[in-house]
């Protein structure tokens, strides 16, 4: 396991998430998730991080009852407080305590701070009173998870100085979205930070087989998943990689590419970003949101919409249409396509509009 200095401490490179474990009958599979735990350990990892209400309320509890056979100081706990339940910052922590099974927590993060939540743990209170908690030596490290814009991001990042960060960092968020950006705002400022989502919640463990392809040539010996968590170890100011893992082959080749000190180059960064280009090329609808196609549809289906949906759907997976179906503001839906091809003709990317509707349709 590779390990890198924090302060007067050592971290794994490779910190555990509890937010993805194994589950049965809708609750944590203990003996399972408790056996890849123990893995985690014998591999080296020393963080371990979780929230609230992460495996709907059972994740901190587990957590706690399975880490009391290893002696406190011998790893790193982290979790979080999260200003969206109806339960204060002060009653919050002393539970977490209690379900944790340690006095103290090395790694305590404002969770989620967004654009809405993040005045709010100023304004409140919570800010202080762990800064407080910090000085009284209940928390060891102070720091947020931000899902926010840049701009607010950047304002929160300079509230004090931060010991540390967690954001969304993965090289499709890096070259697509907001993330090399929110990398820079914590790099000027001197913020370590602790990567969640590597992988995109297990999206880019496996790309198309054309944009994996050259990965593969590349380099045999590495998983798809292990470029993904090169490429962000690979940025100096980045901690730890967080990793949900479910099962016994997720641990085992994150185990291993922690292990392998081969640097992550130039040339492989090239190859990856060009796979990514790949990747999105493939799978994203290039719909530009003109609105040429909208009025001529006899079923009155607000494309535009529902091909912004299918691209989330294509990158995020299949639960993403079943939760925010129901959000998108149409008179019609994907099933009530009759593809008659009238917006096909309007469109000027050429995209076959009807057959996106009828893949819509059958993933409701
Ligand atoms: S093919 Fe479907 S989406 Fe396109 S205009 Fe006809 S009914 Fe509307
Ligand atoms: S015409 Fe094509 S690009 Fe324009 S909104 Fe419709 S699908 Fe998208």
Redesign the pocket.
């Known amino acids: 396991m590779q390990y890198k200095k924090f302060k007067d401490i050592n971290i794994s490179r490779l910190g555990m998430g509890n937010m993805r474990l194994p589950e049965r009958d809708g609750h944590i599979d203990v003996e399972t998730a408790r056996a890849i735990i123990d893995r985690a350990v014998e591999g080296g990892v020393n963080y371990f991080d979780t929230a609230w209400m992460y495996h709907s309320f059972e994740s901190q509890k587990f957590l706690g009852e399975t880490m009391k056979k290893y002696p406190r100081d011998s790893f790193y706990l982290a979790t979080k407080f999260h200003n969206g339940f109806q339960i204060d910052h002060k009653t919050m922590f002393e539970e977490q305590l209690k379900q944790l099974q340690t006095d103290y927590v090395d790694f305590y993060l404002l969770h989620g701070v967004g654009d809405t939540s993040g005045p709010r743990y100023i304004n409140e209170g919570a800010v202080d009173y762990f800064l407080e908690q910090q000085q009284k030596g209940r928390i060891r490290y102070l720091g947020f998870s931000a899902h926010a814009s840049t701009e607010y991001l950047a304002k929160f990042a300079s509230h004090h100085k931060w010991d540390f960060a967690q954001i969304q960092l993965n090289y499709f968020d890096w070259l697509f979205k907001t993330a090399a950006e929110e990398y820079k705002i914590l790099e000027e400022r001197d913020i370590p930070i602790v990567v969640m989502e590597p992988v995109r919640g297990g999206r880019l463990a496996s790309l198309t087989p054309e944009a994996d392809a050259p990965l593969r040539e590349a380099h045999p010996e590495w998983s798809i998943a292990s470029w993904a968590f090169r490429f962000v170890r690979s940025l100096p100011q980045v901690q730890v990689v967080l990793s949900g893992m479910s099962s016994m082959d997720q641990i085992n080749d994150n185990l291993l590419t922690f292990s392998d000190d081969t640097l992550f180059t130039e040339k492989d960064r090239e190859i990856l970003f060009e796979a990514a280009r790949k990747f999105e090329g493939q799978v994203q ?10 009025d001529g549809c006899p079923s009155q289906i607000n ?2 919409e529902w ?1 912004a949906l299918y691209n989330r759907y294509k990158l995020e997976g299949e639960w993403i249409i079943k939760r925010f179906a129901p959000e998108v503001k149409s008179e019609g839906k994907p099933e009530q396509c009759i593809q008659c091809g009238a ?1 096909s003709g ?4 050429s ?1 076959d ?1 009807p057959s996106f509707m009828t893949g819509l349709a059958e993933k409701m």
Do not use: D
């Not at 309007?346 to 990317?349: G, K, Y």
């Open positions: 609808v290039p719909c530009t949101s003109c609105r040429y196609c909208c494309i535009p091909l917006c309007m469109c000027p990317q995209i509009i």
